[in-house]
Nanobody, 120 residues
């Protein structure tokens, strides 16, 4: 069993910054990718940023240059530094982890979600 614990959401004014964290724990053998998705009211969940085990990153065009994804492999934790936030960044942000368990089974897990609200 694997658990994901997210933190760092909140309310911020436009132009401000927030940093999200997601810590994975449990029967983890190898993490393949760690990423962040978001879901705004009335919209589909979308990929915000993703980081592979090899260090490759990908970003949604709407956040590129403003958001930075990083990872602490020693803590199985992924971060999302969000700068120059805009009201349209308001959403519930979900951590996503693709991994191999110690039983050599590949699973994909979602965090519980953390609300980010950007006021204008």
């Amino acid at each position: 069993q694997v658990q994901l614990v997210e933190s760092g959401g909140g309310l911020v004014q436009a132009g401000g910054s927030l940093k999200l964290s997601c810590a994975a724990s449990g029967s983890i053998a190898t993490i393949i990718t760690m990423g962040w998705y978001r879901e705004a009211p009335g919209k589909q969940r979308e990929l915000v940023a993703e980081l592979t085990s090899g260090g490759s990153t990908s970003y949604a065009s709407s956040v590129r240059g403003r958001f930075t994804i990083s990872r602490d492999n020693t803590k199985n934790t992924v971060y999302l530094q969000m700068n120059s936030l805009k009201p349209e960044d308001t959403a519930v942000y979900y951590c996503n982890v693709d991994l191999w368990t110690v039983r050599a089974t590949r699973y994909n897990y979602w965090g519980q979600g953390t609300q980010v609200t950007v006021s204008s």
